[in-house]
Antibody
């Protein structure tokens, strides 16, 4: 069974950095693009970005709101996808979900909460 | 990329049918058949209900159906049940090789 487990969330001050991890199991991780979605408290879903598989160059795409501040990477040997978040802003406060990407998001992790506050 | 436009709320009585609209542009919904819909109950992880405009994943009730016309997509829930009360989000691939979600719709079963 496909499982995705996010970790690394917590309280961080504005301007600081945080790295989230998403550990996958139950499928051949290297064959799939991986995706991040976030949801601010009481708000809707927001697409953050994704990373293609090695077969497609591990290239990345990002939402305009995070481009230049967030970086997605992957370690296929460990079945982990990372979300490096720099220059964090209060508006980045959200639950961050990783998903497996196949044009849609069938498999989701349980999410990890990131709170950006002084 | 602006969020796709959905009505803030839709309501219906048990057994009725409701339709949630999702309006985009020719750069997203109108340009691709990669429209998906997600159901989210309070405090829960979103669940895929429809993918590629009108396909249902295994395990999703056939009371849920999707369609697309031009730059707009729709999710129809027939035979509305109490358990369908939730938030619903559409999502589309875009011409910038990115994705965009809709603004979200709260479905209330009266």
């Amino acid at each position: 069974e496909v499982q995705l487990v996010e970790s690394g969330g917590g309280l961080v001050q504005p301007g600081r950095s945080l790295r989230l991890s998403c550990t996958a199991s139950g499928f051949t991780f290297g064959d799939y693009a991986m995706n991040w979605v976030r949801q601010a408290p009481g708000k809707g879903l927001e697409w953050v970005g994704f990373i293609r598989s090695k077969a497609y160059g591990e290239t990345t795409e990002y939402a305009a709101s995070v481009k230049g501040r967030f970086t997605i990477s992957r370690d296929d040997s460990k079945s982990i996808v990372y979300l490096q978040m720099n220059s964090l802003k209060t508006e980045d406060t959200a639950v961050y979900y990783c998903t497996r990407l196949e044009w849609e998001y069938k498999w989701w992790g349980q999410g990890t909460l990131v709170t950006v506050s002084s | 990329q602006s969020a796709l436009t959905q009505p803030a709320s839709v309501s219906g009585s048990p057994g009725q049918s409701i339709t949630i609209s999702c309006t985009g542009t020719s750069s997203d919904i109108g340009g691709y058949n990669y429209v998906s819909w997600y159901q989210q109950h309070p405090g829960k992880v979103p669940k895929l209900m429809i993918y590629e405009v009108s396909n249902r994943p295994s395990g999703v009730s056939n009371r849920f159906s999707g369609s697309k016309s031009g730059n707009a997509a729709s999710l129809t829930i027939s035979g509305l049940q109490a358990e369908d009360e939730a938030d619903y989000y559409c999502n589309s691939y875009t011409s910038s090789s990115t994705y965009v979600f809709g603004t979200g719709t709260k479905v209330t079963v009266l």
